[in-house]
Structures are given as C-alpha cells and as structure tokens.
C-alpha cells in the first residue's frame, strides 16, 4: 500500500523540485502537477507530487498519519482524527443515492 505524505515546495526547477515534511527534505518529480511556487503543498507518493493540496489538508493529513504511527506503537491516536469524531458517518453520494432509492442490497 502507497500512503501520501503532505509535502511543502521549497523550490522548483522545471518538473523537479525540493520538498519538506517538516522533518526531511527530498526531491520530488513535479510531471504531474507542472512547476509550482516555493510554499505550496502537495501529496506526495513515492517521490512524485500526485497533487496540488491546501494548507489546512496538508496539516489534518500529518495529524492522521502522526495518529496512526502513535497507534502501531501502542499508544493512542490521540486528537489525530478530531474532525472525524465529531461527525456520524456518512455514505459515499453513490451508495446515498441508491439507498434513498430504497435499495438495500446489490
């Protein structure tokens, strides 16, 4: 499984640019996204940036990931999935689609 890190552009060079986690920096190909800003923030998976993201993303996106590390190590998750535990879960727009039309099964 390939999991996105949220990654800052530092700096930009045609398609390859530099960027941070917060802790490494790494180069990171920009074929998908064209050259960017120094600033922006991107999803990054396996050294390519797959796509243009906002800040607040950007900082909900380490907080899971941070969470889920905390988790594996034994620990709790913490306040990492706060904006989930507030809300009821809700059903994809396809599958409430289908279920306002009365279907209960596929």
């Known amino acids: 499984m390939c ?8 700096s930009c060079d045609g398609i390859a640019g530099l960027a941070t986690d917060g802790t490494r920096e790494e180069l990171i190909d920009l074929s998908l996204t064209g050259p960017l800003p120094a600033g922006t923030w991107v999803l990054g998976f396996l050294g390519t940036a797959r796509e243009v993201i906002s800040e607040t993303e950007a900082r909900q996106i380490a907080a899971a990931l941070k969470g889920l590390r905390q988790v594996m190590a034994g620990g709790d ?24 039309a009365g279907k209960t099964h596929a």
Not at 3 to 10: F, S, Y
Not at 77 to 100: E, I, K, V
């Open 3 to 10: 999991i996105g890190t949220p990654l800052r552009i530092l």
């Open 77 to 100: 998750s913490g306040d990492a999935f706060a904006d989930l535990d507030a809300r009821t879960p809700q059903l994809p727009p396809h599958l409430a689609a289908a279920h306002a």
